[in-house]
């Protein structure tokens, strides 16, 4: 039980990991690439398009080869693709090695969970469920504190993205040690148990017979609402969202971002302790309502305070670079003052000190360097945030643990792998759909788009 609790779980680390850097690493490579909104979204989608890829054709193999193989067999590609993302950078190099890397980590996180599922004790099944999800998001929060410790560095995204290589050998040293699932060792005749094997089918799965259309239909239902309420968009565009809303610097979007990571452990905790006893539903429950709450403030708020996210998709000069005060009188400042304009006092107020004069202009100077959608209310950043972490800590013990906790009970052992199979491919492409089209639609819709997530989790609330 040991090793299974040190070893499985490690493949949750380094998913996390991979989740967890995007939005940092985005925020630097968008301004060396110049890289469009569409192209953005291509970045952040590669990783996701490999992730639905391999969920689509990995049930053949994790039902053939084992799921220890197959988690092996994400260590080599978690590798191989880690390596492509260090050479020259291009968008065509790196999209390609996300998706080999997508590829890799879908394949252990299905492999990973199907195993512990099959290995662990029944009555310490939701621990060890709810254990990996941690492991998921430790992994986070070392993605999105590597990005802040790189984001000075002139190409600190290859340190981000090559600290993946590390977990990658330690996952394979860790799962020589783990004994096959009792569920392979039958497959290979080891046991005689192929009976249960032959009575499911991959059709059956469509099927009434032991409920299995239901027990589908609940698990595409709670992969679908996990992803449509907006936690991929959270982990994907996290930097350059704070970065739209105040955070003027990739430095301070990369520590707030930060935040989210350390919010997401400390919110898994309570889950991995309790599920054995409160159950799945109530914490389902809990945290959908706790959810809607928050998506309510920070639409409220953004909504009073007039706030656009359009820059989101930009990538002007010295995107890079947090702003060092300068003397305006100095021509080798490097600024072009032709683009400021001259701030005019509002009625009432003849003149401003000036600490406020000096402020202004600096707001003005990150205005235009920036486009930043906030326009002078520093308090809206920090209510966003608050309403974000709200909204990250109740996904970290609801939907995001407890949804991986169902499927691992609701499905029979011997369909297991073919029904894992098709939710984890709704997973991905539900994912995959929302990321690549969150940048464009956040600069059509504006703010309705939160009114759509706040539904899903209304409806989560009512599926529950």
């Not at 290589?165 to 192929?194: H, W």
């Not at 708020?301 to 060092?324: A, D, M």
Request: aromatic fraction near 8%; charged fraction near 10%; glycine fraction near 12%.
């Amino acid at each position: 039980m040991s090793n299974l609790s040190s070893g499985s779980p490690d493949v949750g680390l380094m998913l996390g990991y991979e989740l967890g850097l995007t939005s940092g690493v985005l925020l630097q490579l968008r301004g060396i690439l110049s890289l469009s909104c569409r192209e953005q979204e291509l970045l952040v989608g590669s990783l996701l398009l490999g992730c639905l890829v391999i969920s689509i054709v990995g049930g053949w193999g994790l039902d053939r080869y084992g799921r220890r193989w197959s988690m092996l067999l994400s260590g080599g590609l978690v590798a191989g693709g880690t390596m492509l993302l260090l050479l020259p950078a291009s968008l065509t190099t790196l999209s390609l090695g996300r998706a080999v890397v997508g590829m890799g980590t879908a394949l252990s996180g299905t492999a990973a969970c199907m195993y512990i599922a099959e290995i662990a004790p029944r009555e310490r099944r939701g621990l060890l469920v709810t254990l990996y999800e941690l492991m998921v998001v430790v992994g986070v929060l070392l993605g999105f504190g590597c990005s802040y410790a790189f984001s000075a560095l002139p190409n600190g995204w290859r340190y981000t993205f090559g600290l993946v290589l590390p977990p990658a050998v330690l996952q394979a040293a860790a799962l020589v040690l783990l004994p096959p699932s009792p569920r392979f060792l039958e497959l290979r005749g080891i046991q005689a148990g192929l009976k249960e094997e032959a009575e499911h089918g991959f059709r059956e799965l469509f099927s009434d017979k032991a409920n299995l259309r239901r027990r589908l239909l609940t698990g595409v239902a709670l992969v679908f609402l996990q992803q449509t309420t907006g936690q991929p968009n959270l982990l994907s565009y996290a930097s350059p969202l704070l970065r739209s809303v105040g955070f003027h610097s990739d430095a301070a979007a990369n520590l707030a971002s930060t935040g989210f990571g350390v919010v997401k452990v400390v919110g898994t905790v309570p889950a991995v302790l309790l599920v054995d006893r409160v159950g799945p539903k109530s914490f389902l429950c809990v945290g959908a309502v706790a959810m809607g709450m928050s998506l309510v403030t920070l639409g409220a708020v953004t909504l009073q305070s007039h706030t656009h996210l359009t820059s989101l998709c930009q990538s002007p000069v010295g995107l890079n670079h947090t702003y060092q005060g300068q003397d305006l009188n100095t021509p080798s400042s490097g600024l072009d003052y032709s683009s400021f304009k001259l701030i005019t006092p509002p009625p009432g107020e003849s003149q401003w000190n000036g600490s406020d004069s000096a402020e202004a202009l600096g707001t003005k100077r990150e205005d235009a360097g920036m486009g930043s959608g906030v326009r002078g209310q520093g308090h809206v950043k920090w209510i966003s945030l608050v309403s974000l972490l709200v909204y990250v800590a109740a996904f970290s013990f609801s939907l995001g643990p407890m949804v991986y906790v169902v499927l691992s009970e609701i499905f029979p052992t011997g369909v297991r792998g073919k029904a894992v199979s098709v939710v984890s491919a709704v997973n991905w492409a539900t994912n995959l759909l929302m990321s690549m089209t969150f940048l464009s639609a956040t600069g059509t819709v504006q703010l309705r788009y939160s009114t759509v997530q706040l539904r899903y989790s209304t409806a989560e609330v009512q599926y529950s």
